[in-house]
């Protein structure tokens, strides 16, 4: 499957693409800002990603399922987006209980998804538009199909019998602190095995941070048998970067050892691995699924996601989860026309970690992946554009998914496919490309597809964003290629709030880089508001992106007021 739909699309694309690779040409980041900046590979102040999910991105076999030569074909539709980096999650061969995230070989492209030459084209040819390409590393676990786990579960002692956490007796459940977590009776081995998510994804053993003398089988981080499998572990890494891959997400990164009381055994671990790739491989880029920066950052980790907490949920998704799952805390998300939220619990918590981490690396906060609902469902194109406006001029390394650009919608599927639990099935549908069968992403019969299309005729497509100058396309990749364009949106540029009240709208911050310096008011709430901030307005102001605000200064303060599902982004000039 192509991306060029017809001789209008593909003549748009090649002029997007064009002036992308001269805006990114002009404007790569100084030595100075990245020296300022948290260290990190040169090409990260600036980077935006874009995910994409192997299975339904678009298929050219014709079995329903995604593939990489789909990826590839589909490099410069990627590119004219604006995006400088993808983010492809796990491809490596696997039984497919957890959609791939049960590794069987961390070596093998999995042939639903075709070979490591397949791999490694796409890692080059996406070097050659300009685009970074990382991928999905799942150190935790692996699939208890893996040769190693295998020969781990036979009863005689061999290499592998400690690369996993057994107990030394099919009766010895680990405990009350392990309950749940142990398998019994799977294999002739006198012994339990730990799970770290799926009862088959048993956990790799990097050893305990505190070990209990009353529990021989627990081994401490240095010990020989674990070392063994820490090593192997980074050949792992060391293989697919000579491939050419330029960084990995780290799926799970916190859940490595056991007992570790403010892991920092596993902090320990990740710095390890930091300095191989800063001594061997230093352009490469490591970003965690940790949610807990603090602990990521000391870790090495360039950045971490800030997502995995109860506060997130205040920001988007309230009033998504009562109707996609049922379940919900009461309230509604910030970001809803209602003006009933309240984006102070998550910024509170934000603000604290931020200033934990200045100098270490960076937060991003996804406002979607493949393990959360659509952002999209009942949000008008204004509503997007204020979310993917917050997403382009927060501080951090932005995030974005595969289909969130054209307003793709969140289905409503009961059954679990592989492992995707409902939301999750519910995201991960197929990528809708055009106005053919089965929009484009697959030329088989429609009972074969990974995950059903979207069935309403008036679905979302690249093609219907394209050839309308006013969709949420072209407003999305104005946002991205202002946050490319302007210094005070990069990664480390600093940041500052300047209006922010519990339960109230708007939300206005500032950030600044140098001499740079750009004003971010939000107000997602359909009422006309009037707030004073603590700003004196020097100068003239340029309106960059969104909504002509208001501004009156008077003194050290200025009075701003908007209209209702607006923002505006100015720059101090």
Known sequence: MNYCFNNKCFAILILLTFFSIRLNAQKAPSSSLVSSSPKCPSWVPDAVFYEIYPQTFSDTDGDGIGDLKGIIQNLRYVKSLGVSAIWLNPFYESPFRDAGYDVSDFYKVAARYGTNEDAKKLFQEAHELGLKVIIDYVPGHTSIDHPWFKASASAKPNKYSNWYVW????????????????????????????????WHQPALNFGFGKVDPKKPWQLPANHPDVRELKDEMKNVLKYWLDMGADGFRIDMAGSLTKNDQGSLECIKWWKEVREMLDTQY??????????????????????????????????????????????????????????????????????????????????????????LSRITNNRSKEDLEIIYAFLMTMPGVPFFYYGDEIGMKQLLIENAKEGCYKPRAGARTPMQWNTSNNAGFSAASSEKLWLPIDSDP????????????????????????????????????????????????????????????????????????????????????????????????????????????SYSIYKLK
């Open 282 to 371: 230093p352009n490469a880029f490591i970003v965690s699924e940790w949610s807990h920066p603090p602990a990521a950052l000391e870790g090495g980790f360039h950045a971490d996601y800030l997502h995995w907490i109860a506060e997130y949920e205040n920001l988007f998704r309230k009033e998504q989860s009562r109707s996609l799952n049922g379940v919900s805390p009461d309230g509604y998300s910030y970001f809803d026309q209602k003006g009933m939220g309240d984006i102070s619990a998550f910024m509170n918590v934000y603000l604290k970690q931020l200033e934990e981490t200045k100098s270490k690396g960076f937060i991003s906060i996804p406002v979607g992946n493949h393990d």
């Open 458 to 565: 008036l679905r979302p497509t690249v093609q219907t964003a394209l050839n309308n100058p006013t969709s949420i396309w072209y407003r999305t990749k104005h946002l991205i290629e202002l946050r490319r364009k302007e210094k005070a949106l990069y990664a480390q540029a600093d940041f500052k709030v300047l209006y922010m009240e519990k339960d109230k709208y708007p939300f206005i911050y500032s950030r600044s880089l140098g001499n740079e310096k750009i004003i971010v008011a939000l107000n997602p709430s359909g009422k006309e508001l009037s707030v004073e901030i603590p700003l004196k307005i020097k100068g003239k102001l340029e309106l960059l992106s969104g909504t002509p605000s208001i501004l009156n200064t008077t003194g050290d303060k200025t009075m701003l007021t908007m209209k209702g599902v």
């Open 167 to 198: 107990t030394n007796n099919t009766w010895d459940n680990g405990g009350s602190e392990f309950a749940g977590k142990m398998i019994q009776g799977f294999s002739e081995r006198n012994g339990n095995f730990m799970t770290n998510y799926f």
